[in-house]
């Protein structure tokens, strides 16, 4: 069962806090002292070593001055960059426009040869369709309150970047709660078209397209926050305020043993196509 998935972010943090407090222990300093020697409120000492608050690479240099190690700074400025970057707020992520964010993607995308994605609100962005793509994401900049909406650009963004599932030696499992077929965000016609791309993708050889029935006794997994494994080095879990990259290899074999569970909860092939179908006759 995979746990907070901010947690990587504040094991990462902890682990700077813990080294910088025992540079100042190994120093002989209490913390009113080296609070004195940085030239701030002994309390922001207490909130750096307590990982409440993630110092800055200033910060790091002080502290490793007031200790005599600042031959460590560097390094230790790097841990806390690293631990900062895998809890990413959103409002952070979009400031520079939608279509940056899709292309953002792009690194880990040509890196990756096995992508698992499970979601259950909506279609993964990966077998998204233009117009069910440019729905979601105009959706996203008003709830943003963006000041300039380029959800139009974003999806064609996103709808280049999904070529990736085309290139040969890739391959794609992809997960989704039958209720995401009934999630109707865009009008009766995009969504009709959506659920069919749905049928064309699914039958590529590279993708596997397993669907959650809505109807299922005795899950081993209940609906889980949508989540993706790039090989696995990598899961991405996507909050309502943030995007948390999970790097620590205990974690990450959570969410593969929950993602397998979820997998063998699925039907693929002929019974997938019957829910898919079936889906697509509500919106007559």
Request: aromatic share 6%; net charge neutral; proline share 4%.
């Amino acid at each position: 069962m995979p746990i907070s998935p901010s947690s990587s972010a504040q094991a990462a943090r902890e682990t700077v806090a813990q080294r910088l407090r025992d540079l100042r222990k190994e120093a002989g300093l209490t913390v009113v002292e080296l609070a004195e020697r940085c030239a701030w409120h002994h309390s922001k000492t207490s909130r750096i070593e307590n990982a409440i608050t993630g110092p800055t690479a200033k910060d790091i240099r002080r502290w490793c001055k007031a200790v005599h190690a600042e031959d460590q700074a560097e390094n230790l400025i790097v841990q806390s960059v690293n631990a900062e970057s895998m809890y990413r707020e959103w409002r952070h992520q979009v400031r520079n426009g939608l279509k940056q964010l899709q292309e953002s993607s792009a690194q880990i995308f040509n890196s990756t040869e096995l992508f698992r994605v499970y979601s259950s609100t909506l279609v993964p962005g990966l077998l998204q369709t233009e117009g069910y793509a440019t729905s979601i994401l105009r959706t996203v900049a008003r709830f943003r309150e963006l000041p300039s909406d380029d959800s139009s650009e974003a999806a064609r963004a996103r709808v280049e970047r999904s070529r990736v599932i085309h290139e040969p030696g890739r391959r794609f499992v992809m997960l989704v709660e039958e209720a995401v077929l009934y999630c109707q965000i865009v009008d009766e016609e995009a969504m009709a078209a959506q659920l069919g791309y749905l049928l064309t993708a699914g039958a590529l050889p590279s993708v596997s397209l397993g669907i959650i029935p809505m109807i299922t006794r005795e899950r081993a997994q209940w609906p889980r926050e949508t989540f993706h494994i790039y090989d696995d080095e990598l899961v991405s879990v996507e909050l309502v305020s943030a995007r948390v990259r999970i790097t620590q290899p205990d974690e990450i074999a959570l969410y593969l043993k929950a993602f397998e569970q979820l997998r063998g909860m699925a039907v693929y092939g002929a019974e997938a196509r019957a829910l898919i179908l079936k889906a697509v006759e509500t919106l007559r």
